[in-house]
């Protein structure tokens, strides 16, 4: 298994990014994808769930109405639009799979909100 964030970086409070995390050593279609987020002195924490085909997502309540997770299985590639970014959205981002009660995460991918 292997996960490969990208598509963070440094954005002002009210910008928009869009992270992608790239898939593979698995059948990305056969499995619900997570994003995660680990803020400064915190610990890490679910944002985001989309279902296998992509037709159910979960957000945490911070996050509701300004991020949006989608996939494209036929691309193996998991993506996370994050749109009126705020300071307390800075953090480092993974996407994860479980596997067989088997937690996978990619190396994270760093987002600073910031003017």
């Known amino acids: 298994v292997q996960l490969v964030e990208s598509g963070g970086g440094l954005v002002q409070p009210g910008g928009s990014l869009r992270l992608s995390c790239a898939a593979s050593?698995?059948?990305?279609?056969?499995?619900?994808m997570s994003w995660y987020r680990q803020r400064p002195g915190k610990e890490r924490e679910v944002v985001a769930v989309i279902s296998s085909r992509g037709v159910s997502t979960n957000y945490i309540d911070s996050v509701k109405g300004r991020f949006t997770i989608s996939r494209v299985n036929a691309k193996n590639t998991l993506y996370l639009q994050m749109n009126s970014l705020k300071p307390e959205d800075t953090a480092v981002y993974f996407c994860?799979?479980?596997?067989?009660?088997?937690?996978?995460w990619g190396q994270g991918t760093q987002v600073t909100v910031s003017s």
């Open positions: 050593g698995f059948t990305f279609s056969a499995y619900v």
């Open positions: 994860n799979v479980k596997q067989q009660r088997v937690d996978y």
